[in-house]
């Protein structure tokens, strides 16, 4: 992860370079908007946060339109909610099973653990993170001038990011059928001791602008730097902006 980095950071320094400034123009857009988050393998809601940063765009002529490199700084957070609970069992051939609870459909007739014979052990796990991160994109764009003040554009590239913040909550109880006991702990952690303080994947982007003012719609997927258990993240994002 930290080639790719370097690599990329590298690569746009030298692109920048290379072409002369007298034959590229420089612009610098503001935005606000909102980010909403999705895990791939999680039945759990999405979530929303803020995304703020700044955008910036090098074009390769004076016309601004064309082609041109796409990048910038925003900052947003990934929220997580979910909650776990599992039950474990032995079955009349006396072997020993873990299923999910509630149960799901067509493992037992009557879902109510009363009427389940040799239950040994359930746990119960709910989990609230949150992990804050300041992403650089780097983009290749291209735009369609649509007479002095309209245009619309579309970008796709890649986006690295990194966690500046966040916070991790879970609480775990586990009981322990025919003894009487119960187990219940509180866990408050730093979030980048669960999950990785890098977080890279693909980035899209759809522009239109009128004027100064400007509306973006973005999708991004975290499938170069994903949580095993997780799967993708993905994320989609609507911010409004001013370019100077």
């Known amino acids: 992860m930290k080639k790719i980095l370097c690599v990329s950071a590298v690569a746009m320094f030298t692109l920048f370079g290379v072409i002369p400034a007298t034959h590229a123009q420089f612009k610098f857009t503001p935005e606000v908007g909102i980010a909403i ?3 791939g393998n999680s039945n759990g809601r999405a979530t ?5 940063g700044v955008g910036v765009d090098y074009f390769f002529n004076k016309q601004e339109n064309g082609w041109a490199v796409s990048s910038g700084l925003y900052y947003y957070y990934k929220r997580e909610f979910f909650s776990y ?15 999910p609870f509630p149960y799901p459909k067509g493992v037992l007739n009557d879902p109510c653990l009363e009427y ?4 040994k052990q359930m746990k119960y796990r709910e989990t609230n993170s949150r992990r804050d991160y300041l992403q650089l994109p780097v983009m290749a764009k291209y735009k369609w001038q649509f007479g002095e003040d309209c245009s619309f554009s579309v970008a796709a590239g890649f986006f690295f ?13 586990d009981v322990h059928m025919g003894q009487n006991e119960t187990y219940g702990e509180e866990i408050k952690s730093n979030v980048y001791d669960i999950y990785d303080r ?3 994947g693909i980035s899209t982007r759809l522009s239109f602008q009128v004027r100064h003012f400007s509306l973006h719609l973005n999708y991004e997927s975290n499938c170069l730097k994903k949580v095993a258990w997780m799967g993708d993240e993905h994320l989609i994002s609507i911010s409004t902006g001013y370019t100077f």
Do not use: C
Request: aromatic share 6%; no cysteine; charged share 20%.
């Open 37 to 39: 988050m999705k895990e």
């Open 48 to 52: 929303v946060s803020p995304r703020l």
């Open 85 to 99: 609970a599992q039950a474990t069992f032995v079955s009349e051939d006396g072997k020993e099973h873990t299923i």
């Open 161 to 173: 990011a990194l966690g500046v913040g966040g916070n991790y909550n879970a609480w775990v109880s």
């Open 116 to 119: 389940v014979a040799g239950i």
């Open 198 to 200: 890098l977080d890279a």
